[in-house]
């Protein structure tokens, strides 16, 4: 004779074991990683249910560290910074050993101390083909990087691009002694300036500047485009693209 199968309870809410912090449904949480020596994993609670037996099962919504997929760890990913993903397991609550909270890139940005349970997000990742939701980010500095919110930037006053220290050949310690500052280009630039003037002739309208540029995430490498490149130009590996990109290897 087949036994009856017991049927699903809802469950508004589930006690860590051992403390006493509520989680419910939509709360994000750490979870126990089988692996010890590894940091527990991040989710966000979709679902939460007793079973027949009375154990309280959640359905988790994984987010994954840079290191966790395809692509791998890039050197502009924050510390703290995690993809939420499409990736639902079944999981039992007993695995939750804490709360956490994922914030936007922006707020997490401006967060004055960022505490051992803060995280933040600004992709979605498809973990089947390892494609992420955007797919393009702004770009900065002489390095053409995304942001990493981990490191010091310093902003030029003309232009507006923002610089690594070490891409301006500066120290962190120097950039936040620096009253202003103006990168080389619109330093020159302000120099051509005051030549010509001197000359007794007028000046002629600065060449537009990129401000940022956008890299791509296509296959395994970045394409970084501009709205104000060329229609052709070869990238560092010597590929030619229609579209005016190239590519970057991070």
Not at 157 to 169: L, T
Request: with cysteine.
């Amino acid at each position: 004779m087949a036994r009856t199968k017991l049927p699903k309870k809802a469950v508004d809410s589930y006690t860590i074991k051992g403390t006493n912090k509520v989680v419910k449904v939509g709360d994000t949480v750490l979870m126990r990683n089988q692996e010890l020596d590894k940091p527990p994993y991040v989710a966000r609670i979709e679902k939460m249910w007793a079973d027949g037996r009375n154990n309280v099962k959640v359905e988790a919504r994984w987010y994954y560290r840079p290191e966790e997929s395809i692509g791998g760890r890039r050197q502009f990913h924050g510390a703290k910074e995690v993809f939420v993903s499409d990736h639902i397991d079944t999981q039992s609550a007993d695995t939750i050993e804490g709360k956490c909270t994922v914030h936007t890139f922006k707020s997490y940005t401006r967060l004055h101390n960022v505490g051992p349970e803060d995280y933040f997000c600004r992709f979605e990742y498809k973990a089947a083909t390892g494609a992420f939701i955007p797919d393009r980010v702004a770009v900065y500095c002489k390095c053409e990087m995304p942001y990493n919110p981990d490191d010091l930037m310093v902003q030029c006053e003309a232009c507006k691009d923002w610089f690594h220290p070490s891409c301006i050949d500066c120290t962190v310690e120097q950039v936040k002694m620096l009253d202003c500052f103006y990168c080389t280009d619109c330093s020159n630039d302000a120099e051509g300036d005051k030549n010509a003037l001197s000359n007794g002739k007028d000046s002629p309208p600065p060449e537009p500047k990129r401000h940022w540029m956008w890299a791509i995430w296509n296959e395994g490498r970045f394409y970084c485009h501009s709205p104000l490149h060329a229609p052709v130009l070869t990238c560092s590996g010597g590929t030619a693209y229609a579209d005016g990109g190239w590519c970057v290897e991070f």
